[in-house]
């Protein structure tokens, strides 16, 4: 149902950098993927055509059998409200409520007069609420965004994207923004949750001992391109050195560790 | 730590554009020039400022005020600050679809962006009086044409102001809620609003000082308020009444834009 | 999918948020009467009838003109912009000259007392109270009609805001170049030379030219009240209703004043 299909996706960007240089992949429902690669490589614009933040120049995304880069107008909404996204730089309305915060994200569901108005159905306001206590802090529901730390941030972004009820999460460098111990514990309630749900997950993350850590799955990309494919165990430290062109050894950079 | 995202290489800091480059010799001379010209063909000289200051300055002698004149004032004062009250809700009111519309990141596509820019430039190089003076005759003497002068005048300045505010919020929501499937609308309601609510109210209070100060003039060419009472005053050379006016609004005026500079200093 | 619970579970909003709810609640309530209120006290509204006539006879004509201008008009209307952009120049630049002193008078940080500073902001603060088209109408009572009332009023307007701009820059300014100035023996007119005029002048002249803009505006309506310029054309054209050419007077208005402020706005970007 909501397994997702890269098919030959190539992306152009305006002024004609190739960010995308033809991706195939398969990743079957409720699989947690974790895609690593060098800044610039194309993780970010590859999680993007899955809800067609970017379009892509060729090629077909497809959640299930419908296709996401066809759809547009009302069509598009309604794919994007099945779909999750936390972003490195959590994206919250900081001056608004958290509880406002999470509310947008069952945005894409409510009646249009309701979503304008911001009239949500007690149900929904339910949701919310117990979207926060998934993510632990249901205590924070009234306070304000920006009074809250980076993990607890983050946390808001995940429950926002699980009011969405999604099939799909989609988490562009989650934990970039966090310090390494807010790092594991945000990428462990993710995990549980998208176990739990089973939510197909694709992450991109910038440190390899994360990434083996927590992945079902690895992908590395390099380029515009997909240089590895493979479980945590297949990821040795030669493969990782492949993907990033350089030793990591001692690369604190790459291995995340303190 | 993670590297961030980043696109090139910085180059070597932009030469500093300074006002030095435009405080020239060169443009001293110009704004001379400019201003012989201007002296010259307005007839404009010391002698005549100085006759014009000391006619003005005797003249306010005779403003001494006559306090029996209050309660002529005191309707057209009501419907001074009725007008602007008024013209300052309309405007808001149909001003900010046009916000959204002429701002990059809350327009429906460049072409409506354009549109509504230009509409925009226009409205707004219209003065409130020369609204006032056109909008008399078509929509009859009183407070009508006032009111509709001053929505027009609040439009233009409210949302010149506010998508500038628009332009400058966090990216980062929108993305947020476009990708969680919302619409235009509802962006805009819950990542636009919450980030500029408190700059538009206050825009909104400083549009209404000025409107307070326009609604004074604009009876002058017969658009209502307070105005009209000025041109009696003065075509039966009650100038004592007419100093009773100025008084009170000065009053009035400085009373309204304390109060909104008080509430706008509490907003930010 | 995740549990679903009973919407019972809602916890209850804080008392801090529903005062905040209520207090948000209560202010447009009050907006909403205000305005519900003023507009039906609104007196005399027109009948229906007298606005469409109304606009039969003085809206469409305009409209009219708009697409199809008097170019009879143009010549007479073109001089007296002109004459209208030279009455701002001269009015922008007596406040200019004028508020250039008062706004160290009025700064607090510079004469170190506020002695000072207080009455120079006390009378600034009046100065700006009134708009410049009541200075206007006073003096054309006072001296005639003509430009030169017009002149006067936008200058003393203009002071009023530039002294206060002005002073808020003086006081927003850096110590540090005077401080250094003064620690290699300089005294107050080399402070205030090589310190002091240097770090205000872009902001100066950056305000000067919004002011510009602002008293075109102002220069294009003072002829209603008798101050001349466009405006004094314009009354006239008004008077008898010959809508065709107040259409073409107001082209020649909007497109100048659109000119200049895309120069000016262009300009003031570059300066600060
Ligand atoms: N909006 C954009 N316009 C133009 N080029 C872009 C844009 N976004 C990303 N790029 C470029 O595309 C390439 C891939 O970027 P991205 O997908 O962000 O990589 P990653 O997330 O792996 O760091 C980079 O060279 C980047 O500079
Ligand atoms: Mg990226």
Redesign the interface.
């Known amino acids: 149902m909501s397994h997702i299909t890269f098919a030959n996706v190539e992306v152009t960007y305006p002024g004609g950098l190739k960010a995308l240089k033809g991706v195939d992949l398969e990743i079957p429902q409720g699989q947690f993927v974790v895609i690593v690669g060098l800044s610039g490589a194309g993780k970010s614009t590859l999680i993007r055509t899955v809800n067609s933040l970017v379009v892509p120049s060729a090629g077909d995304v497809r959640i299930g059998d419908r296709s996401v880069t066809r759809a547009r107008g009302g069509e598009l909404r309604r794919l994007r409200s099945d779909i999750g996204m936390i972003f490195q730089t959590f994206n919250l309305v900081k001056r608004s ?1 958290v509880l406002r915060n999470v509310l947008a994200g069952r945005l894409g569901a409510v009646q249009p007069l309701r979503g304008v108005l911001g009239l949500f159905p ?2 929904d ?3 919310a ?3 926060l206590r ?1 993510v632990g802090i ?1 205590e924070k ?2 306070a304000r965004a920006d009074a809250l730390s980076g993990g607890q941030q983050q946390r808001v972004g995940i429950a926002r994207a ?1 009011a969405q ?1 999604p099939s799909v999460m989609l988490a562009d460098e989650p934990v970039a923004s966090l310090d390494p111990p807010t790092s594991h514990a945000v990428m462990r309630d993710l995990k549980r949750i998208a176990r ?2 089973g939510i197909t997950t694709i992450v991109n993350l910038h440190f390899i001992d994360m990434a083996r850590e927590y992945a079902d799955r690895i992908v590395g990309m390099r380029d515009g391109l997909i240089v590895f494919d493979g479980t945590a165990d297949d990821a040795t430290d030669q493969v990782f050195e492949d993907i990033y062109g350089r030793p990591i050894d001692e690369d604190r950079d790459i291995r995340g560790r303190t | 730590m993670a590297v961030p995202d980043r696109g090139v290489v910085q180059g070597p800091p932009a030469r500093p ?3 030095t480059r ?2 020239n010799w060169g443009t001293w001379g110009a ?1 001379a020039v ?2 012989a ?3 010259q ?4 000289n010391l002698e ?2 100085g ?3 000391g ?2 300055l ?2 306010f002698g005779r403003l001494a005020p006559d306090w029996r004149a209050l309660p002529q004032i005191w309707g057209p004062l009501v ?1 001074t600050l ?1 007008i602007a ?2 013209g300052t ?1 309309f405007g808001t009111i149909l001003g900010l679809p046009l916000i959204f519309l002429a701002s990059f990141n809350t327009t429906i596509n460049p072409p409506v962006m354009f549109v509504a820019r230009s509409i925009l ?2 409205m ?4 409130d ?2 609204y006032a ?2 909008l008399a ?4 003497i ?3 044409p006032g ?1 509709a002068a001053l929505t027009l005048f609040t439009m233009a300045v409210l949302a010149k102001l506010a998508s500038e505010a628009v332009e400058s919020i966090d990216p980062g929501p929108l993305e947020a809620l476009r990708a969680a499937g919302a619409g235009r609308n509802r962006m805009i309601v819950f990542a636009v609003l919450p980030q500029i609510g408190a700059t538009l109210t206050s825009f909104i209070l400083y549009v209404f000082e000025i409107n307070v ?2 609604s ?2 604009i009876g ?2 017969g658009a209502g308020g307070i105005g009209n009472l ?1 041109n009696r005053y ?1 075509s039966f050379f009650d100038y004592s009444g007419l100093g009773t006016l ?1 008084i009170v ?2 009053g009035v ?2 009373a309204i ?1 304390q109060l909104s500079v008080w509430l706008r200093s509490r907003l930010i | ?11 209850a ?2 008392p ?2 529903r005062r905040g709810n209520v207090f948000i609640g209560g202010a447009a309530l009050l ?1 909403l009467a ?2 519900i209120f ?2 039906v ?6 009948t229906w009838a ?2 469409q006539s ?2 039969e ?3 469409l004509p ?1 409209l009219r003109g708009f697409v199809n201008p008097n170019w009879d008009v143009f010549p007479l209307a073109r001089n007296a912009m ?2 209208t ?3 701002a ?2 009015g922008t ?1 007596i406040g200019a000259v004028l508020a250039f002193p008062m706004a160290f008078l009025a700064a607090n940080n510079l004469l170190g007392s506020r002695l000072l500073a207080f009455p120079g902001k006390t009378f600034l ?2 100065i700006r ?3 410049e ?2 200075f206007a ?3 054309v ?3 005639g009609p003509g ?3 017009g ?2 009023a936008m200058g003393i307007n203009s002071v009023g805001f530039l002294g206060k701009v002005f002073s808020d820059v003086v006081e927003g300014i850096d110590a540090g170049p005077s401080e250094a100035i003064r620690a290699a023996g300089g005294n107050g007119l080399h402070v205030f030379f090589y310190s002091v005029v240097p770090q205000v ?2 902001e100066f ?1 950056s305000y000067v030219l919004y002011r510009f803009e602002i008293n075109l ?2 220069a ?2 003072l002829g ?2 008798g101050a ?1 310029g466009i405006g004094a054309v ?2 006239q054209r ?1 008077q008898f ?1 010959r809508w065709t050419e ?1 259409s073409m007077i ?1 082209i020649v ?2 497109v100048v ?2 000119v200049v ?1 895309t120069l000016s706005s262009r ?1 003031r970007r ?2 600060v």
């Open positions: 409520s007690k149900a306001v339910a949701f609420h117990e979207c998934r249901p529901a009234f699980l009820r739990e749900d | 554009v300074t006002a435009f405080l704004i400019l201003f010209v201007s002296v063909q307005t007839g404009f005549v400022v006759q014009g200051m006619d003005f005797r003249f419907e009725q009250w008024l809700v430039t226009v707004r190089s219209i003065p009086l020369l003076a056109i005759p078509i929509l009859m009183g407070p009508l009111v100060r326009a004074v003039i002058l060419v000025i003065l100025l609004v000065f005026v400085l834009d | 999918m995740s549990i679903k619970r009973p919407a019972d579970t809602i916890p909003t804080p801090s948020v907006v205000l305005t003023f507009l006290t609104l007196d005399p509204l027109p007298r606005l109304g606009f006879r003085s809206g305009l002109i004459e952009v030279f009455m120049v001269i630049t603060v009046g109270t009134f708009p088209i009541l109408i006073i003096l009572a006072a001296t430009p030169i009332a002149i006067l002048l872009p002249a505006r102002a294009s309506v209603l009240v001349g314009l009354i008004l209703r107040i107001m208005i909007v004043i659109i402020d300009v570059r300066l």
